[in-house]
């Protein structure tokens, strides 16, 4: 007779290689820590790889020569090409996930640490980065699914708390170090060699220590750990094959894809903030970029620590959609005040971290309890089919994105000026004070006249000055003092100096439309929820757990009986 409790009898320990991670019995609590932990931290660093550069993304501009609309499409072709690398995560079903994510670390530590920062022209920075981005699309379906693997349905909120804290804490990283380095270290590539160096030492411990569970334990639905022994005998005889055909077509659900495409839009404002925070801080309310850093630490902190509480709390009260639908209102109360500060110059640094918190907290509070929902609705229609289920979200979720991207510098085309032309003039601005008043305070055709000797011309400029606040003598120096003025400067001056002016003054209305359009993303959330698996009511889910434990005791008594028997 063979032991069914202690392991799972018959089924060999396949031999251990670089190649082969699988484990043929469920670990015990320890070992399955160790995974999990090895797993949060490779989502950490491959999401902090992937963000870096939204911390430096001015110096980025600046250095290569991109237009704000150009730099934007290097952010659409990475998700563009990220999305359809989720889809071939999807495989992740047949082929096992570990792999992927080891072999995604090296990649995206050699870009990080050497590509990314040796890239001499804007088209190799574009190639690299959607290389990056191809990696990060693959990770966004198997470390997930490792998470819901090694965690049975009851702690899976938190679980994927700590595997939501990945981007998280790689975006609280990327601020973190740029906060604190940018004043001493003001080249981008020092960001990205930082980043480098982390994801191989991260590479490194995965390659040693991270592990997957067999097919034949990773196929079916684990409630609790109690399941544990009764997965075990079921793995036995268990042809993975026969589980993971026709994938696709069985995620082709309402209640897969209207999920996934509601946390998307819901998730546009956190996809804008770790793209573009910096950028919108310094063109709307003049934040330098160390500043605008360690406003966004407020956001990522207060979310993680969302992420964790709200991950115990549904696990503990054992429902997941009551504590979404909390979360999301929060999060529509924040993002509703954070639009209205748009067109309000003098709002306080501390207000904006108030309201950061507050959104923080709800988004991630909202976040977490859908990750835990969706995992668990496609564990009920195939539990073969993790993979395949978050790579129908991963994708759609990248599509999403792409499309956002694609269309922001049209919403907001006065950040474009801005990022464009703004800080040349303000540069000539900043360096001919004097000039600059006297060709915004003179007209065009008397200073022109001026200065070919014409005394009446002159006699009206000195005018115009003395009008404008000058005394007579201190209009004369001013005016003698445009003739030492650069003929390029006073160019590009009269060309764009009243562009970026209007841009200035419509900046703030466009980025308040374009919050405006998240918040009504974040309204699409809870409805679609209502589609995903789960109960409202605490008590009616201890009363489903309570019978999922007893139909396990039955089931597991017959198969003793049988094999008792055989």
Known sequence: MSTIAGGSAGVAEPRRSIWNRQLAHYPDTAHRTLYLGITVAATVVLYYELYVQGSVATKIIQD?????????????????VGAFASLGAGLADRWGRANLVVGGLLLTGLLTLFALPNASSKAEYTVFFALVSIVEGMALVATPALIRDFSPQIGRASAMAFWTMGPVLGSLLVTEVSSHTLDTHTDWQFQFRVAGIVGLVVFAIAAIGLRELSPRLRDQLMVSMQDRALIEARAQGIAPEKLTQNLWRQMARADIVLPALAVSVFLLLYYIFVAFLVVYFSTVFGYTEAKANN???WYWIANALGLLVAGFTSDRLRVRKPILAAGTVLSLIAAAIFASSATRPNTSYHTFAWVFVLGAVGGGTAYVCWMAAFTETVEKVNPAATATGLAVWGWILRIVVTVSFALLPVVVPATTTLVDKGAKVQEIVAQYPTQVTVLNTVDPATLTAAGTGDRAAGAKAVGE???????????VAALQSV???PRADIAFLAANGARVQKAQADNPGQWQTWWWICFAGQLCLVPAALLMTGRWSPRKAREDEAEHAALVERELAALQTARAAS
């Open 64 to 80: 290569f020569g991109f237009t704000f609309t150009q730099f934007v499409f290097v952010l659409v072709i990475g998700n563009l």
């Open 295 to 297: 406003l966004a630490n």
């Open 465 to 475: 000055l003395v009008r404008a606040g000058m005394t007579p003598v201190q209009a």
């Open 483 to 485: 003739a030492r003025m």
